[in-house]
């Protein structure tokens, strides 16, 4: 499958500048060394914990953050190397879904507005034309022509992502960054938004980087899935691999945060020590190595390189050959057999009196 976008060893790291001077003192390394390829109509979702680089990443992308290093080719094109003006164009192709809904929609404009200001930007259509292609759009995602004429705080939280959605659409896009698009959503509406994401990518072809931290709403929605932490990937897989049989440790315990819906039953999950080391400061060797259980020497000093397995995934870690599958689903401590004594005391009190 030929690569829509494709990403080589980017980088971002914020300088740290202090005293009267502003000197650079150090610099935060949000993204260290992230590459993947993205092929049209393909969903790739970036998961972590919060503040690996995920959002940086897609702003990265989309050279709204200019990087420090690497490449970004659109369609053979480098991304990082063109002019403003042949930029601009470029934007038509690619966009973005904000994640909060009601920071990113302008309060001052109308959602007509809002919608129809790419197309003027982009010369796509322009008076009666333009208002057409708004109410097309609102169509399309599940609102009418009828609310252009309204303000953002007429909405609620789930109206206002589908206009930012239908905005992100109007320059019809090949590339939608969706930087957490729907956590800001109640669960409900959350399922309404991810549905229209499909059907909207099946309709038009589109190619998602999906960036999320709700494995529930990644496990529905993409295709393939890269783990990043602390500024880098260290496993890609395609989704139904990666959710079967985890490969790095910091997946596994991504993994193991999943919810279980019967409440006699808990997963066996991994136990990580200590906190997230700073981005200022990564820790020497692998990265994870701090508050990795299956850590060895060689973890602390050297550096693992992604290593591609037999059943399609490409995991950093020096020790995954050595790591046995993942922890079980087990009964909860309500259903191991508990002292006699303890529960006929407790059965004592239940009983109506």
């Known amino acids: 499958m030929t690569a829509l976008l494709r990403v080589r060893g980017l980088a971002k790291h914020f300088p740290i500048r202090r005293g009267v001077l502003q000197r650079i003192a150090g610099h935060v390394k949000a993204v260290d060394g992230v590459g993947f390829d993205l092929a049209a109509g393909e969903t790739l979702a970036i998961v972590g914990e919060s503040g690996c680089g995920k959002s940086t990443l897609g702003r990265l992308v989309l050279r709204l953050v200019e990087p420090t290093a690497g490449s970004v080719e659109w369609k053979g094109e480098d991304v990082l190397a063109l002019a403003p003006g042949r930029m601009r164009a470029l934007r038509r192709q690619m966009q973005i879904v904000f994640q909060d809904p009601y920071a990113s929609l302008n309060p001052r404009l109308t959602v007509g507005e809002m919608i129809a200001e790419p197309l003027m930007l982009h010369g796509i259509a322009t008076g009666r034309t333009a208002d057409a292609r708004v109410a097309e759009l609102l169509g399309l995602v599940g609102l009418s022509g009828e609310h252009a004429g309204r303000f953002p705080h007429e909405f609620s939280g789930g109206q206002r992502q589908r206009i930012g959605i239908a905005r992100a659409l109007a320059a019809g896009p090949q590339l939608v960054v969706g930087d957490e698009p729907v956590s800001a959503l109640d669960v409900s509406i959350r399922a309404q938004v991810i549905n229209l994401l499909q059907d909207l990518q099946r309709r038009f072809g589109l190619a998602y980087l999906l960036i999320?931290?709700?494995?529930?709403?990644?496990?529905?929605?993409?295709?393939?899935?890269?783990?990043?932490?602390?500024?880098?990937?260290?496993?890609?897989?395609?989704?139904?691999?990666?959710?079967?049989?985890?490969?790095?440790?910091?997946?596994?315990?991504?993994?193991?945060?999943?919810?279980?819906?019967?409440?006699?039953?808990?997963?066996?999950?991994?136990?990580?020590?200590?906190?997230?080391?700073?981005?200022?400061?990564?820790?020497?060797?692998?990265?994870?190595?701090?508050?990795?259980?299956?850590?060895?020497?060689?973890?602390?000093?050297?550096?693992?390189?992604?290593?591609?397995?037999?059943?399609?995934?490409?995991?950093?870690?020096?020790?995954?050959?050595?790591?046995?599958?993942?922890?079980?689903?087990?009964?909860?401590?309500?259903?191991?057999?508990?002292?006699?004594?303890?529960?006929?005391?407790?059965?004592?009190?239940?009983?109506?009196?």
């Open 212 to 353: 999320a931290h709700d494995l529930a709403v990644v496990k529905h929605i993409a295709d393939r899935v890269a783990v990043m932490y602390l500024g880098r990937f260290v496993e890609q897989a395609p989704k139904a691999a990666l959710f079967a049989a985890p490969r790095h440790p910091s997946t596994r315990a991504l993994l193991a945060a999943i919810p279980v819906a019967d409440p006699r039953l808990r997963r066996d999950r991994p136990i990580l020590e200590g906190d997230v080391p700073s981005p200022m400061a990564p820790p020497p060797g692998c990265r994870f190595h701090t508050r990795c259980p299956f850590a060895a020497a060689r973890c602390r000093v050297e550096d693992p390189a992604e290593e591609a397995t037999a059943d399609g995934h490409a995991v950093a870690c020096h020790r995954w050959r050595d790591i046995g599958p993942a922890g079980p689903i087990v009964p909860t401590r309500s259903e191991v057999p508990a002292n006699p004594r303890l529960a006929a005391l407790q059965g004592a009190f239940r009983r109506p009196h």
